[in-house]
């Protein structure tokens, strides 16, 4: 049994099978998803949180850019600064939403929480570890 970092099987298992620049999700509970791409840890309205799962797959996972919906700028503009918190060093690109939610088709997974603030989903872009 894993004693620390991602506990989560299936999140551990996708993120060991993923290569540079492969794209990946993380979305509120409202967020589109196929069902064969979803990974659902949503509980019940409201958790997890979505920055709390972005916060935890940022300590075991490199990336290198991140997408966000351009509505968040004016409809989820706290979420939108934990966000970049997070991710200091990178600059975000946006997107308009209904882009966003077409884009996740590149994506190898996607993470639901459950996130209930518009527009807490970003997709990530994975960097390299060398």
Request: charged letters at 30%.
């Amino acid at each position: 049994m894993k004693k620390n970092g991602i506990l989560n099987s299936e999140i551990s298992k996708a993120l060991s099978d993923l290569g540079h620049t492969d794209l990946i999700a993380i979305g509120d509970c409202g967020l589109p998803i196929e069902s064969d791409k979803k990974i659902d840890i949503s509980l019940k309205l409201g958790e997890p949180k979505f920055i709390d799962v972005l916060e935890t797959l940022l300590n075991e996972y490199i990336c290198q850019g991140y997408i966000l919906a351009s509505e968040i700028k004016e409809k989820n503009k706290k979420q939108e600064a934990a966000i970049k918190k997070l991710l200091p060093n990178i600059k975000p690109s946006y997107v308009s939403h209904e882009d966003f939610k077409r884009k996740l088709s590149a994506c190898k997974f996607i993470i639901r929480t459950g996130e209930t603030t518009p527009y807490s989903n970003i997709i990530l872009e994975s960097g390299n570890i060398f």
